[in-house]
């Protein structure tokens, strides 16, 4: 019995780890669960749907697979941080715990292209809402973020939030494919890059807010 179920673990990762590939490379519906579990080593086509279920699932279960370390990663930065009332403190905390998790992967990684796939994507990125919805430490630096921007009107913030996942979820992902690649980057390490990656989402929630009727 525990034989089959390593075998099982053994093969969802594999299964895991060859979509995310693919996912991130070809975008998730150019991809069809066949190509997923001949990546796999998987003889049986149907091994996809059978350990995950469907498309959507296979998706969840990836970030699923990144969620425990971004979580251990998000609260070890949210005790150092404690109730602080500075900008970059509560950005620095949104920012370094993806850098670092990639950082942590080796190279090559494709859960920053990944994910920018899937948020590219009408019918999946829903679910990348909702999981950030879920997690506990990413609500506490989101609130902790507003708490030091009481001034922005409610339209401005929901469109520097905006701008702010953008700019992490694709500038995250242009470095990832650039390593892959081996082209150079304009940081040299990934705690560099996150370093410029603040001081510009710092800068944007800094900026000065003009009426749109101007």
């Known amino acids: 019995m525990a034989v089959r179920a390593e075998r099982v673990s053994a093969t969802r990762e594999q299964i895991l780890t060859a979509a995310e590939r693919l996912f991130a490379e070809h975008g998730v ?10 990546a796999a080593g998987q003889g049986n086509n149907a091994a996809v749907g059978y350990h995950f279920g469907t498309k959507a699932d296979l998706v969840r279960a990836i970030l699923h697979k990144h969620a425990e370390q971004l979580e251990r990663i998000r609260a070890r930065m949210l005790a150092e941080v404690g109730d ?17 998790h990639l950082d942590a992967l080796g190279n090559p ?7 920018a796939q899937v948020m590219t994507d009408p019918a999946l990125r829903d679910i990348v809402i909702d999981e950030a919805l879920t997690s506990p430490t990413l609500v506490e630096i989101v609130a ?3 708490r030091c921007l009481p001034q922005l009107p409610p339209e401005v913030r929901a469109e520097r939030n905006d ?13 990832e494919r650039a390593l892959a690649d081996g082209r ?9 890059a996150a370093t410029g990656l603040i001081d510009a989402i710092v800068a944007l929630w800094a900026a000065p807010v003009t009426s749109s009727d101007a």
């Open 163 to 175: 701008m702010t996942s953008q700019l992490m979820i694709h500038m995250c992902a242009e470095r």
């Open 184 to 192: 150079p980057t304009p940081r040299a390490t990934w705690h560099g």
């Open 84 to 100: 602080s009332d500075e900008v970059r403190d509560w950005v620095a905390c949104l920012i370094r715990p993806v850098t670092e």
């Open 29 to 38: 519906f150019a991809v069809s669960n066949r190509q997923v579990s001949e």
């Open 109 to 115: 990684t494709w859960f920053a292209r990944f994910a």
């Open 144 to 146: 902790g973020l507003n």
